[in-house]
C-alpha cells in the first residue's frame, strides 16, 4: 500500500485565497517531501523538510510536519491560477530500506 | 546537463508484445527508480536502485524486470505486455543519503497496451 495519503483529494479556490493540503503517513521516514505536476508533464520538486524539522518555508510555499502524528500539511499562499495542478506529498525511508513512495496526490484548481 | 531522459515518449504495444522504456541521467545519482501513474492512484514504485548492480521491488513489481549496469542508464523491460500495463511511466533519480533527496523527474512515457 501507498505510504502517503493526501487530503484533500480535491480542492477548489479563488485567486488570492490561501490552500491547505494535508498528507499522513504511516512508517518512520528520513524526510518528506512535496512535488508539483502541471497537467501532462513530470512532477517538479517543491520542498523538503527533514524529520527532525518542523517547519519550512519556501516563498509562498510552508509546510509543517508533525512525527508524532506521522502528518504533514502544505500551505499555499495568495494562491494563483498557475498554482492549479496536483500536489503529492512523498515520503522517503532511510537506511537499508532506502526509497520514496508517493501518495495519491491532491487536485488544486484555482479559479481565477 | 540533460538531466534526466526517457524514450520513447509513446509506444503503443499488443498484448503479449515484449519493449524495453530506456531511462538515463547525467548527474551521477546513486538513487533511481521507476514509477507508474494511473489516474486516481498517484505514482507507484515498480523498481528501484540504489547504485549499479544492486536493484529491489517496488510496490507493483510484477510484469516488470529492471537492471542497473551502470550509474547513468536504469532500463524497464517488460516481458510480455497486458493491457493493465497501460499508463504513463516515470523514472527518477536523486543523490542517496547526502542530504539532498530531491527527485529528478523525466518527462513520462505514455504506453498503452492493446
Known amino acids: 500500500s501507498q505510504q502517503g495519503e493526501e487530503d484533500p483529494q480535491a480542492l477548489s479556490i479563488q485567486e488570492g485565497e490561501n490552500a491547505t493540503m494535508n498528507c499522513s503517513y504511516k512508517?518512520?521516514?528520513?524526510?518528506l517531501q512535496w512535488y508539483r505536476q502541471n497537467s501532462g508533464r513530470g512532477l517538479v520538486h517543491l520542498i523538503l523538510i527533514r524529520s527532525n524539522e518542523r517547519e519550512k518555508h519556501s516563498g509562498r510555499l510552508r509546510v509543517t510536519l508533525d512525527t508524532s502524528k506521522k502528518s504533514s500539511s502544505l500551505l499555499i499562499t495568495a494562491s494563483r491560477a498557475a498554482d492549479t495542478a496536483s500536489y503529492f506529498c512523498a515520503t522517503l525511508t532511510g537506511g537499508s530500506n532506502y526509497k520514496l513512495t508517493f501518495g495519491k496526490g491532491t487536485l488544486l484548481t484555482v479559479n481565477p | 546537463n540533460a538531466g534526466v531522459t526517457q524514450t520513447p515518449k509513446f509506444q503503443v504495444l499488443k498484448t503479449g508484445q515484449s519493449m524495453t522504456l530506456q531511462c538515463a541521467q547525467d548527474m551521477n545519482h546513486e538513487y533511481m527508480s521507476w514509477y507508474r501513474q494511473d489516474p486516481g492512484m498517484g505514482l507507484r514504485l515498480i523498481h528501484y536502485?540504489?547504485?549499479?548492480?544492486?536493484?529491489d521491488q517496488g510496490e507493483v513489481p510484477n510484469g516488470y524486470n529492471v537492471s542497473r549496469s551502470t550509474t547513468e542508464d536504469f532500463p524497464l523491460r517488460l516481458l510480455s505486455a497486458a493491457p493493465s500495463q497501460t499508463s504513463v511511466y516515470f523514472c527518477?533519480?536523486?543523490?542517496?543519503?547526502?542530504?539532498?533527496?530531491?527527485?529528478?523527474f523525466g518527462p513520462g512515457t505514455r504506453l498503452t497496451v492493446l
Open positions: 512508517t518512520s521516514i528520513n524526510n
Open positions: 536502485s540504489v547504485g549499479a548492480g544492486i536493484t
Open positions: 527518477a533519480s536523486s543523490y542517496r543519503d547526502r542530504g539532498t533527496d530531491t527527485q529528478y
